[in-house]
């Protein structure tokens, strides 16, 4: 079964409590989205790999670790999970960004494909699957498949808000997918959208609403 972590870091927690709010407009949305990515990264790339160097100071020898070559991939699933790519690229700038188009059928609320570009060397990279919203999981669930078929392996959820069903969703489908939130909400309401939630980010990241 794959972990769930949950990052409850106070700079994450107050930019979240903000963005859910409904009186924040589209720029404040997109700034908060943009910094609680950056910080939720430094979680989501703990694990990175590090390797001994030495750096010639303009004193002396300092004996340092620098990451090992590791090449990182960031897949935002289109449309929203954009709003979280600007701040992950900042702390990672070498990393290769994929895009995987998927909408919510509002009827059947099944995920439909429309998009897809991934690095061509995914499968020799870490890759870090983007989307602010995990509510019934269907988004996620499809997006991970795409990216395993055409040869993904080290795969990261990384989310601002999920729902228990999405997280189970996932979980059962890919148990070996780590899910990394600042939240988890109660439950989904009869048209699929997070409750208490932010509402829809789509919508609140570029004011199409
Ligand atoms: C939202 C969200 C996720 C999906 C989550 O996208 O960004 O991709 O819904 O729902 P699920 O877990 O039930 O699949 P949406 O389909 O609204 O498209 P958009 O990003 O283009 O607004
Ligand atoms: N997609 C959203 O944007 N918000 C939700 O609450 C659920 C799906």
Same mark, same amino acid.
């Given at each position: ?138 988004? %996620?669930?499809? %997006? ?38 600042? %939240? ?26």
């Amino acid at each position: 079964m794959s972990k769930v972590h949950v990052i409850d870091h106070p700079l994450v927690q107050h930019k979240l409590a903000i963005v859910r709010d409904v009186r924040t407009g589209p720029k404040e949305f997109r700034e908060l989205v943009d910094e609680i990515a950056l910080l939720m990264a430094y979680e989501v790339t703990r694990d990175m790999a590090l390797e001994d160097v030495e750096v010639e100071t303009p004193i002396g020898i300092a004996h340092c670790r620098m990451i090992s070559g590791k090449k990182i991939g960031v897949i935002p699933i289109l449309r929203a999970g954009l709003g979280m790519v600007n701040g992950i690229v900042q702390l990672i700038p070498t990393a290769k960004v994929g895009h995987i188009g998927l909408y919510r059928d509002p009827e059947t609320l099944q995920p439909v494909e429309y998009y897809c570009k991934l690095p061509t060397d995914i499968h020799e990279r870490d890759l870090i699957v983007l989307d602010p919203m995990l509510a019934t999981g269907g988004s %996620a669930v499809a %997006a991970i498949r795409f990216i395993k078929e055409k040869g993904g392996k080290n795969i990261k959820l990384m989310v601002l808000i999920a729902a228990p069903e999405g997280i189970a969703a996932v979980q059962a489908a890919h148990p070996d997918v780590e899910i990394f939130t600042a %939240a988890i909400d109660e439950r989904l309401n009869d048209h699929g959208y997070i409750v208490p939630g932010l509402g829809d980010a789509g919508d609140r990241l570029f004011g199409t609403k």
